[in-house]
């Protein structure tokens, strides 16, 4: 499965990175909200799976213009019910980054 995986946290980045590439995906790692956009536009993608703070930008607008087919994984450090209501009405799943990941 190709997945475009995007967090502005390098560490947490690295590590889910690491994570899913043992379990056989291919993963294209983000740290940029337009670098991820831009892949979106012009590359096929399984999977979509992208924090929600993105510096100055929101995640979920990635989520809002992936491909419906796609997987598509909201993350947050945060359970927040509002930002877990966005996403679901997205069409993505929530999860809850774990606070001892990276």
Sequence with gaps: MRVLLVD??????????T???????DVV????FHEARRRLEQERF???IADVRL????????ITIAAPSMIRIA???VP????????EQAGARFVVKPNDCA
């Design 8 to 17: 502005d946290d390098a560490a947490y980045l690295h590590a889910c990175t």
């Design 19 to 25: 994570v899913l590439t043992r379990g056989g995906h």
């Design 29 to 32: 790692p983000c740290e940029d």
């Design 46 to 48: 399984d999977a979509l």
């Design 55 to 62: 510096g100055a930008y929101n995640g979920l607008h990635l």
């Design 75 to 77: 993350l947050s450090a």
């Design 80 to 87: 927040d019910s509002v930002i877990r209501r966005d996403a």
